[in-house]
Nanobody, 121 residues
Framework: VQLQASGGGLVQAGDSLRLSCAAS????????MGWFRQTPGKEREFVAG????????YYADPVKGRFTISRDNAKDRVYLQMNSLKPGDTATYYC???????????????WGRGTQVTVSS
C-alpha cells in the first residue's frame, strides 16, 4: 500500500490542523493505521492509532484530549485532527499502515512521506 500524508503547515500555538493520509494499492480497510512524528535528532514516536473498522483508537499521553484520529474506509483515508497545538507538537508527521488489527504497538509495514507541522509560540 502506498501512503501520502498532507495537511501540515505553520500555525500558532492554540491553533488547529487536520492531517490527511491517502492510501492506495491494497485493501485499506485491512490495515490498522497510525500517526507518528519525528523531530531532528530524536526517534520517531507514536502519536495515535486506529483499528481496521475505526471503532477503536489509542493515543500517546502528550496528545490525549487534543488530537483525534479517524478514518474513512470508503475514501481510503485516515485523518489526524490536531487541536490546541503547542510548540512541542512541532515535528514531521508520518502515517503508517499495519496489517494487524490493533490500536497499540502499530508497526509500520508501510510508511508515507511525512508532512511538516510547525507550531510557533
Amino acid at each position: 500500500v502506498q501512503l501520502q500524508a498532507s495537511g501540515g503547515g505553520l500555525v500558532q500555538a492554540g491553533d488547529s490542523l487536520r492531517l490527511s493520509c491517502a492510501a492506495s494499492g491494497r485493501t485499506f480497510g485491512s490495515y490498522s493505521m497510525g500517526w507518528f512524528r519525528q523531530t531532528p535528532g530524536k526517534e520517531r514516536e507514536f502519536v495515535a492509532g486506529i483499528n481496521w473498522s475505526g471503532d477503536s483508537t489509542y493515543y500517546a499521553d502528550p496528545v490525549k484530549g487534543r488530537f483525534t484520529i479517524s478514518r474513512d474506509n470508503a475514501k481510503d483515508r485516515v485523518y489526524l485532527q490536531m487541536n490546541s497545538l503547542k510548540p512541542g507538537d512541532t515535528a514531521t508527521y508520518y502515517c503508517a499502515a499495519d496489517h494487524r488489527n490493533r490500536v497499540m504497538n502499530i508497526r509500520g509495514d508501510y510508511w508515507g512521506r511525512g508532512t511538516q507541522v510547525t507550531v510557533s509560540s
